[in-house]
């Protein structure tokens, strides 16, 4: 781990301090100053973990976000056509909305409504081959995620463009995300540069920077089971599957 990664993850920063030995580091908030920032050493151009009310922001490395124009989506890997996309080209796939629930392993989620397309499209586009089952996302602030191939084709996993009737802001993963409700939120991953179709599975950001599974499906009944040093709570949101519900439709039957 980088120096400045170390300094910069809140979860590590407020481990070794606390709040009050490092309040005369702060500056005096004027009247009327609403600053949700959760570390003030950031300047606050950058994307990073804020506590917002209505919808936190989770950026593990705090970075200026992403423009339009500078912008583009690889996808290839073990597929027949590999692509290339700009934003604009985005918008050529047919636009399905959802309004579901982000739940992140910290205990707290928070609904909006997406639109996006459907991962489908990406596959009929490149054309993996039958023998690539897992799927890399990287991204542009170099996170990165892994599904197994099957999981990105169920219902209601969205590549996300907008959010509540906007284009995604800087915050929430501006220009391309995904939002794949059973996950934690972890696993819904922003900023999505490059997309690779592989045989074997790589793992992910908080697999090898926390105590995260790769999966990381919503475990049904506790809330935040795997964050640190935290007692299991019953859950209050997230879509969960209990092992005796019926599981979402194949991809051979979704709508
Ligand atoms: N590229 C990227 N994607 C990411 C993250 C990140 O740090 N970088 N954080 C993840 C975490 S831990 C959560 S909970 C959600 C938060 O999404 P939000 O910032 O839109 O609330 O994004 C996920 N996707
Ligand atoms: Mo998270």
Not at 65 to 89: C, H, I, N, R
Not at 95 to 100: E, L, R, Y
Request: some cysteine; charged content about 20%.
């Amino acid at each position: 781990m980088s120096g400045l990664r170390s300094l910069l993850n809140r979860r590590s920063f407020l481990r070794v301090f606390s709040l009050s030995a490092i309040a005369w580091l702060w500056p005096k908030k004027s009247a009327g100053t609403i600053n949700f920032q959760n570390n003030k050493n950031i300047p606050a151009n950058y994307v990073q973990n804020r506590d917002v009310p209505g919808f936190y922001i989770r950026s593990a490395n705090p970075f200026l976000g992403v423009s339009a124009q500078e912008w583009g989506l690889a996808v290839g890997g073990m597929v027949k056509t590999p692509a290339a996309f700009g934003y604009e080209d985005l918008f050529g796939f047919p636009m399905v909305s959802q309004v579901s629930r982000l739940k992140c392993v910290e205990c707290w989620s928070a609904k909006a409504k997406w639109e996006g397309f459907r991962f489908q499209e990406l596959v009929d586009r490149v054309q993996p081959d039958p023998k690539a089952k897992y799927v890399t996302f990287k991204s542009a602030d170099s996170y990165y995620e892994s599904y197994a191939l099957e999981e990105l084709l169920r219902p209601r996993v969205l590549m996300v463009l907008r959010m509540n009737d906007q284009p995604l802001s800087k915050d929430h993963g501006f220009p391309l995300r995904l939002i794949a409700p059973f996950k934690y939120g972890y696993k819904n991953v922003k900023y999505i540069t490059q997309i690779t179709f592989t045989d074997t599975r790589s793992r992910n950001y908080w697999a090898d920077y926390g105590p995260y599974s790769i999966d990381g499906t919503i475990q049904p009944g506790i809330d935040h089971p795997l964050d640190y040093e935290k007692k299991p709570l019953p859950i209050n949101g997230g879509e969960v599957f209990h092992f005796f519900d019926p599981r979402p439709a194949s991809p051979k039957t979704r709508q």
